[in-house]
């Protein structure tokens, strides 16, 4: 018997994060630093837009029925990124000085017609 491959979740994350840092490029952000691991968090993408960081958490969802992307960055996940923006500025100090805000993309694939939907909520948490 064959087992049909399914797309492990990582993969489909790694492929969420590359579109939204594409989307955000063409919006005239520049990426830092993508995946960015500190103990208790990681931080999708960090970008600059201007002369400020942003860090940015990238939620994908192929329905939803557990919620929309962005209805899933809890109160405890905001905390974990925020821990972990603060160890990437103490790891570059020389971007400790810029002003910083999170961001939030949410993808998810339109259910009728299967064109993926973008939503991206500038400051979304401080």
Known sequence: MRWLARPRTRDTGQAAEQQAERYLHEKGLRSVQRN????GGEIDLVMRDADTLV???VRFR???THGT???TVTAHKQARIRRAASYFLQSHPAMAELPCRFDVIGIEPDAQTGRVTISWIQDAFS
Do not use: G, I, M, Q
Request: glycine letters at 0%; hydrophobic letters at 40%.
């Open 36 to 39: 960015f691991h500190a103990r």
């Open 55 to 57: 860090f940015v958490e």
């Open 62 to 64: 192929k329905n939803n």
């Open 69 to 71: 992307p962005l209805e």
